[in-house]
């Protein structure tokens, strides 16, 4: 069964830095999708990127990248120019080419100061 | 383009009571997932639907079940509740089934059981 870890609880960051979110997955599969999402107090579950296992290069969306490291089944989340809004908890995901279920690690609370 | 749309979002139920919970995906998707989301256990695949089929279940007890419309709206349904079922019960949808594509979900229907 495939499983992800976030290791970090909590983070906080003061606003205009950068900082790393890390996630490790374990699976046996080889094909598969991972995802960043974001759950603001607002509670509504917001993508924030996604990599295709297959795609060595790793994926970019604005402010927000991604280091993919297949071999070592790592998928960290970096923030550059951490701006209050980023503030929430983020879950990292992975989706399971057989079943189709996304299953989420426990989360990490990011905390931007201002 | 209107979102997942999840209703009601808030219900308060008494023990042994059941409940419904609607979701609209977003028009032209035909996958519908849910998940449940507990401070304790985090965020946990209940099943997903494509097509009016479900094609695939999480570990839940049988009181947990669903179905999908023609127009791939879907419910879920928990009866004779219990006190560890109150959660924020997500839905998401995405256009098809399988190891592709990203979910969008809904601001979730937040059950409180007496």
């Known amino acids: 069964a495939q499983t992800v870890t976030q290791s970090q609880p909590e983070m906080s960051v003061q606003e205009a830095e950068t900082v790393t979110l890390s996630c490790t997955y374990d699976?046996?599969?080889?094909?598969?999708?991972l995802f960043w999402y974001k759950q603001p107090p607002s509670r509504q579950m917001i993508l924030v990127i996604r990599?295709?296992?297959?795609?060595?290069q790793n994926a970019t969306e604005n402010r927000f990248s991604v280091n993919f490291q297949k071999a070592a089944k790592s998928f960290s989340l970096k923030i550059s120019d951490s701006q209050l809004g980023d503030a929430a908890m983020y879950f990292c995901a992975y989706l399971s080419s057989n079943t189709g279920k996304l299953i989420f690690g426990q989360g990490t609370t990011l905390q931007v100061k201002p | 383009k209107a979102g997942v749309t999840q209703t009601p979002r808030y219900l308060i139920k008494t023990r042994g009571q059941q409940v419904t919970l609607s979701c609209s995906p977003i028009?032209?998707?035909?996958?519908v997932s849910w998940y449940q989301q507990t401070p304790g256990q985090g965020l946990q695949f209940l099943f997903e639907y494509f097509s009016e089929t479900q094609r695939n279940k999480g570990n839940f007890p049988g009181r947990f079940s669903g179905r999908q419309f023609s127009n791939s709206r879907s419910e879920m349904n928990v009866s004779t509740l219990e006190l560890g079922d109150s959660a924020l019960y997500l839905c998401?949808?995405?256009?098809?089934?399988?190891?592709?594509?990203?979910?969008?979900f809904g601001e979730g229907s937040r059950l409180t059981v007496l």
């Open positions: 028009s032209g998707h035909r996958s």
């Open positions: 998401a949808s995405r256009r098809q089934t399988g190891g592709t594509g990203e979910l969008f």
């Open positions: 990599q295709e296992a297959y795609k060595q």
């Open positions: 699976t046996s599969e080889s094909d598969y999708y």
